[in-house]
């Protein structure tokens, strides 16, 4: 809170990452068994208290305030209960599959995005980057190639189209899938050990040798089979037709894709580190 009541003149930015709802399960005593859900509610619970808090406190500010609430993967399906839900979506945490990748985002933004209105556009949380850089009035560097897009306008008018043709998901450098609405077409798969999970390994993996690469890439019509249990048959004039369309864009994105220093190989040093003293930011390594 004293981030948010601290005022230099200029805009500010804060990231707030929460450890919940992650295993292990964990909760305050005032947030311990109040959920019909067990311990995962009452995780969802206390992280649903601590974003109504930041709101509250950034309404008192009186200052313009813009919020992004979203998740980073789908549930760990390893852990059953404590690992969540995907509800009808197929996959987890750890899968190229919706329910691995498919996730909840909410922004809050009064007099500028319309409450209480839902958009099932394809975005990504690349697109966090841009969308904030176009809210500051700040224009995206030059010097190297951003995947994510603004979706400032999208959010203000929800019946807009998405600004993305097409999306990749990768697993470090291998691509699984591809996005090209309205399908969708998935080029690996973990190798399951019971079921549609991998409990040998804890949580599936995706990148070989724990991944299986299809030959025939399996094909969905994503926008109304989003379980994903109707992959389009190899032999149909429609699966041949939407996977050359999904080869081209993926040819065509592969031809933006630079090689870039791996960031884990920068070293050490404060210029790498987070800020440890907010909202002051005087880094050092007795913090």
């Not at 209960?81 to 509800?87: E, F």
């Not at 996730?103 to 690349?126: E, F």
């Not at 993926?250 to 909202?279: F, K, R, W």
Request: charge should be negative.
């Amino acid at each position: 809170m004293e981030f948010l009541d601290y005022d230099s003149g200029a805009p500010h930015f804060l990231y707030l990452s929460f450890t919940h709802v992650h295993a292990p399960m964990f909760s305050n005593a005032a947030f311990q068994n109040v959920s019909l859900r067990g311990a995962f509610g009452d995780n969802v619970a206390e992280v649903d208290d601590a974003v109504g808090q930041v709101v509250a406190h950034a309404k008192k500010t009186g200052r313009d305030t813009v919020v992004f609430l979203a998740s980073d993967n789908g549930p760990w399906r390893e852990l059953s209960l404590s690992g969540g839900s995907a509800g009808l979506l197929r996959g987890g945490k750890g899968q190229i599959f919706e329910g691995g990748i498919r996730l909840p985002a909410m922004a809050w933004w009064p007099g500028q995005i319309p409450a209480g209105i839902l958009s099932d556009a394809l975005v990504s949380s690349m697109d966090f980057f841009p969308t904030i850089m176009d809210i500051a009035g700040i224009p995206l560097p030059k010097d190297r190639i951003i995947d994510g897009k603004s979706i400032l306008p999208l959010l203000k008018s929800p019946n807009l189209a998405s600004p993305h043709e097409s999306l990749m998901h990768y697993c470090g450098c291998s691509l699984n899938a591809a996005r090209v609405p309205p399908y969708k077409a998935v080029f690996a798969v973990p190798v399951f050990d019971a079921g549609t999970m991998c409990h040998k390994t804890g949580l599936c993996q995706c990148v070989p040798p724990l991944v299986t690469v299809l030959e025939a890439p399996l094909l969905y019509q994503i926008d109304i089979d989003p379980g994903e249990n109707y992959p389009i048959g190899k032999n149909e004039q429609e699966y041949v037709d939407a996977i050359r369309l999904i080869n081209f864009a993926v040819e065509a994105h592969q031809m933006t894709v630079a090689s870039v220093p791996i960031q884990n190989e920068l070293g050490e040093g404060d210029e790498y580190e987070p800020c440890c003293n907010p909202p002051k930011c005087q880094c050092c390594k007795d913090c």
